[in-house]
T-cell receptor, first 117, second 110 residues
Framework: AQKVTQAQTEISVVEKEDVTLDCVYE???????LFWYKQPPSGELVFLIR??????QNEISGRYSWNFQKSTSSFNFTITASQVVDSAVYFC??????????????FGAGTQVVVTP | SQTIHQWPATLVQPVGSPLSLECTVE??????LYWYRQAAGRGLQLLFY??????ISSEVPQNLSASRPQDRQFILSSKKLLLSDSGFYLC?????????FGPGTRLTVT
């Protein structure tokens, strides 16, 4: 069963628009981590953020912000004032620490973000 | 600081030929290491992971194998490549909880 769902396959925006990427996860563990990664056209996955299950504080880093809501099992990612350099595939991932101590990830299918000038 | 290397960057191999992809990590000891494959269409599939020298766990039955001969070296191999082995292969090591990925190897089997 898919444990991480990224329902949006592709999002196209014009530069300076905001874009929100949805991530819904499923787990029975009480201890888990959630992550977001960026994959630009070069292919390398770039780590953006880690959030553990006990920390529901939202986070802002420059134009990036993350909204973690355990009540809805969601960990959404917003890019404010998008730029062409934000064009990439973005992945959400889950690591279930209680049932899997080896740190394996469950990745979502990814969301392609296309930012046009 | 930690660095992860993969080589080669690109590879074109005929069906039935052997394969060896190498991954090395610098700046950390006894890391958990992972091999992923990304076929066209984006999805990331975990192939193997290792928690120490000689310790390999396979996630999916396939035409590939992995080995960890040294603490910071992880090798992905095949004796005979199939067309379906084409894809983008990524190696990763585990930090506190996140994984850090190498630059990847793009493999095309012809």
């Amino acid at each position: 069963a898919q444990k991480v769902t990224q329902a949006q396959t592709e999002i196209s925006v014009v530069e300076k628009e905001d874009v929100t990427l949805d991530c819904v996860y499923e787990t029975r563990d009480t201890t888990y981590y959630l992550f977001w990664y960026k994959q630009p056209p070069s292919g390398e996955l770039v780590f953006l953020i880690r959030r553990n299950s006990f920390d529901e504080q939202n986070e802002i880093s420059g134009r990036y912000s993350w909204n973690f809501q355990k009540s809805t099992s969601s960990f959404n990612f917003t890019i404010t004032a998008s730029q062409v350099v934000d064009s990439a595939v973005y992945f959400c991932a889950l690591s279930e620490e209680a049932t899997d101590s080896w740190g394996k990830f469950q990745f979502g299918a990814g969301t392609q973000v296309v930012v046009t000038p | 600081s930690q660095t992860i290397h993969q080589w080669p960057a690109t590879l074109v191999q005929p069906v039935g030929s052997p394969l060896s992809l190498e991954c090395t990590v610098e700046g950390t000891s006894n890391p958990n290491l992972y091999w992923y494959r990304q076929a066209a269409g984006r999805g990331l599939q975990l192939l193997f992971y290792s928690v120490g020298i000689g310790q390999i766990s396979s996630e999916v039955p396939q035409n590939l194998s992995a080995s960890r001969p040294q603490d910071r070296q992880f090798i992905l191999s095949s004796k005979k490549l199939l067309l379906s082995d084409s894809g983008f292969y990524l190696c990763a090591w585990r930090g506190t909880a996140e994984q850090y990925f190498g630059p990847g190897t793009r493999l095309t089997v012809t």
